[in-house]
């Protein structure tokens, strides 16, 4: 059974600092996707990494994939507070079904 | 526009009673997947939709849970004799099949508040 962890579960941060959220999986993929939601809303989607050592760039998002280490992350440049929102990685494991594997989210709160 | 829609928005109904989700597609994609989120967590994954296929029903809880798509367009979520634990957001998405360079698109969502 495939398994997406997410960590941290919960950031809060301030204003014009950087970080990192890593999203970890257990089974091999080189499909992975991450989508932001805003409270009561539904899911944005941010990246389609495709292929190992992927990188995707938007703004100061900028995501990436290690297939080998079956690790991606989303790196935060320069937080501004219209970045607070939760953030999903999910990983497509192929095959016929193609539905995807979600992580828990990781809840990210931008400080003034 | 154009977006996946989803009906009702909202919907509180008591224990024991049936409901029936809607969910709308965007216009040419073959694929369409329903998710439950409930409070606070990610989303799990429930029914899938491919075409005209045997749909992959692999994630629906029980025999409570099932569901239709007639061809590409519109499915129905059906849950008979809810229960207290059903509460949550049941979200649909779609994308285009056989082209994994495109992400699921989300729909707003169901809000499901059993009492």
């Known amino acids: 059974e495939l398994k997406v962890e997410q960590n941290p579960l919960f950031l809060s941060m301030q204003e014009g600092k950087n970080y990192t959220i890593y999203c970890n999986y257990s089974?091999?993929?080189?499909?992975l996707y991450w989508y932001r939601q805003d409270p009561g809303k539904s899911l944005e989607s941010l990246f389609v990494?495709?292929?190992?050592?992927a990188v995707k760039q938007e703004g100061r998002l900028m995501a990436s994939l290690d297939t080998k280490a079956r690790l991606s992350t989303l790196h935060i440049t320069a937080a501004v507070h219209d970045l607070s929102a939760t953030y999903f990685c999910?990983?497509?494991?192929?095959?016929?079904?193609?539905?995807?594997?979600f992580g828990s989210g990781t809840q990210l709160t931008v400080l003034p | 526009g154009a977006g996946v829609s989803q009906s009702p928005s909202n919907k509180v109904t008591e224990k024991g009673k049936d409901v029936e989700l809607r969910c709308d597609p965007i216009?040419?994609?073959?694929?369409l997947y329903w998710y439950r989120q409930r409070l606070g967590q990610g989303l799990e994954f429930l029914i899938y939709?491919?075409?005209?296929?045997?749909?992959?029903k692999s994630g629906l809880p029980s025999d409570r849970f099932s569901a239709e798509r007639t061809g590409e367009s519109v499915s129905t979520l059906t849950i008979q004799r809810t229960q207290q634990e059903d509460s949550a957001v049941y979200l649909c998405?779609?994308?285009?099949?056989?082209?994994?360079?495109?992400?699921?698109?989300f729909g707003d969502g169901t809000r499901l508040s059993i009492l």
């Open positions: 216009s040419g994609h073959t694929a």
């Open positions: 998405a779609s994308s285009l099949y056989r082209i994994s360079n495109q992400p699921q698109h």
């Open positions: 999910a990983v497509d494991i192929g095959g016929s079904a193609r539905q995807l594997t």
């Open positions: 089974t091999t993929s080189d499909r």
């Open positions: 939709f491919q075409g005209n296929s045997a749909p992959d």
């Open positions: 990494l495709l292929s190992n050592g």
